[in-house]
């Protein structure tokens, strides 16, 4: 299983984090020092690290430039509010291998995630299936037998976080963080309104409603 190190000292936003990368299949560590992250990165029990740059005893440009001069290749997304071209470049430049601003979209933390993943192990997965429905993570577009069906970005979002997580109740908090991001209003009706948009998509009776807990996907 995937290990991901979270270096990041506010915590909501770990927290958010390490929830959605678990409800999709990996295993996280949250750490909220840059003293705590170079210790845990340099341990090599973990695959990815996502770093905050804002660390309160140390900036995460300190973690990123120890790391790389103790001779540790481990694959590093810095996730920072810092939005400037020269901090971008500057973690860039000290081997960072990606960078991404906060507010964030978990959804596409999860993606270039699983794309650094992919080129570490260059393997990719391009087809989603279950039974007879399939999702083509490249063109976006989803499939039942000879239909082709277009989607929106959030329905495609929710039917990969369903495909992703085949069987497996997912209740509507966890569909919030990951299609919508940590900062929508968790009291809101969206999901249902998203969920009803797919049935009629794909199908009604492939989504299952699980009382009092939330959606399935069962075929």
Known sequence: MTRILIAEDEDRIASFVRKGLSANGFTSVVVG????????????????MVLDIGLPDADGFTVLRRLREAGSALPILILTARDGVRDTVSGLEMGADDY????????????RIRLRMRAERGVETTVLRAGGLALDLRTRRASTGTDTIDLTAREFALLELF????????????????????DYDPGSNVVDVFVRALRKK???????TVRGMGYRLVN
């Open 202 to 208: 794909i199908g009604g009776e492939r989504i299952e």
């Open 163 to 182: 495909l992703r997580n085949h069987g497996q109740v997912l209740s509507r908090q966890q569909i919030l963080s990951h299609v919508w991001g940590y």
């Open 100 to 111: 991404m601003t906060k507010p964030f979209r978990f959804e596409e933390l999860l993606a």
């Open 33 to 48: 020092t840059a003293g705590d992250a170079v210790d845990y990165a340099l341990t090599g029990d973990f695959d990815l």
